[in-house]
């Protein structure tokens, strides 16, 4: 799905956030949850560093979203969460250099530090480490989320259509449902899903 390269987090669902609702903080760790810990991992942390690390961001989201305003297309959610996580990742790396495990000392400390460092460099757009993939990985985890939302076989009629792209007469006639029918359950499960991702 090429259209969902573009989505960005919904205005409703950060404003639920920062009105503490359970339900949309679960819905937003879930979202994204996945994108920080790739990005950590991108920046070179290993597996149960980064899962540490993510906690870390997601702790500091949960303390500063209150505060957080799209403020525009430059600032959107991603771009705040990623500078959140950047500077997280450098955090780690200077406690690393500061308190160095046994094997490494000096040698170690200074890599540490160069790392760091190094995340000054990287461009505070979160376009330059996820890319394509992980915008279709954010989408799919949003249909996931939203799936329960719809009945069975509006699902399969928006899934058979939009996914696996049959025709929507087909479809119809294999689901018991007119071509109309077929198109409108289409249109409400992305309406659904530009609701989850899209911008107000």
């Known amino acids: ?24 903080w679960q819905r937003l760790s879930r979202l994204y949850g996945p994108l920080a810990y790739r990005w950590t991992r991108q920046c070179g942390l290993q597996p149960s560093d980064a899962a540490d690390v993510v906690q870390n961001v997601f702790f500091s989201v949960a303390q500063h979203v209150e505060g957080y305003s799209s403020g525009g297309p430059n600032h959107s959610f991603r771009g705040w969460l990623w500078t959140i996580t950047r500077n997280a990742v450098r955090e780690f790396y200077r406690q690393q250099a500061t308190h160095p495990q046994a094997v490494g000392g000096t040698d170690a ?30 989408a799919h985890r949003a249909l996931t989320l939203i799936k329960g939302d719809f009945e069975p076989r509006t699902w399969d009629a928006f899934w058979r259509t939009t996914i696996d792209n049959q025709p929507a007469a ?4 294999e689901l018991g449902l007119t071509t109309k029918a077929v198109r409108q359950a289409k249109y409400r499960v992305l309406c659904r899903l530009r609701e989850v991702l899209a911008d107000d």
């Open 1 to 24: 799905m090429a259209e969902t390269a573009s989505f960005s987090t919904s205005a409703s669902l950060i404003r639920r956030v920062q009105r503490r609702d359970p339900e949309a």
């Open 109 to 138: 400390q200074i890599r540490f530090q160069e790392i760091a460092e190094s995340l000054d460099q990287i461009d505070s757009s979160p376009d330059v480490t996820d890319g394509f993939d992980a915008s279709a990985s954010l």
């Open 170 to 173: 087909e479809v119809g006639i």
